[in-house]
């Protein structure tokens, strides 16, 4: 079992960058693939990017393509999310997740772990 704490959340300008963190605590966090998403006000969450076990492949949200990087570190069972050129849309709260296995889901529900969110606010 995985749990998954974020952090790296906070208040940034417009056009400003962020990282996101996400720490893993099981013993089998290279099993896992690692997506993260996010959560605006009123709104669904929505897939943001996906990383493979070993670090390939990676898939975006056409929405952050070019600004944002997802990468992971599985010795240190970790995953990052480098958001650059940030937009007041991208105000909301992120999510680290985790799946089993050979898939690499863009949908929310596939996924088998959640951590609890860290908050990212753009302003104009």
């Known amino acids: 079992q995985e749990q998954l704490v974020e952090s790296g959340g906070g208040l940034v300008q417009a056009g400003g960058s962020l990282r996101l963190s996400c720490a893993a605590s099981?013993?089998?966090?290279?099993?896992?693939?690692m997506g993260w998403f996010r959560q605006a006000p009123g709104n669904e969450r929505v897939f943001v990017a996906v990383?493979?076990?070993?670090?390939?492949?990676?898939y975006y949200a056409d929405s952050v393509k070019g600004r944002f990087i997802i990468s992971r570190d599985n010795a240190k069972k970790m995953v990052y999310l480098q958001m650059n050129s940030l937009k007041p849309e991208d105000t909301a709260v992120y999510y680290c997740?985790?799946?089993?296995?050979?898939?690499?889901?863009?949908?929310?529900?596939?996924?088998?772990?959640w951590g609890r969110g860290t908050q990212v606010t753009v302003s104009s």
């Open positions: 997740a985790a799946v089993r296995g050979f898939r690499i889901p863009r949908e929310d529900g596939e996924y088998d772990y």
């Open positions: 990383i493979g076990r070993t670090g390939a492949p990676a």
């Open positions: 099981g013993r089998t966090f290279s099993n896992y693939n």
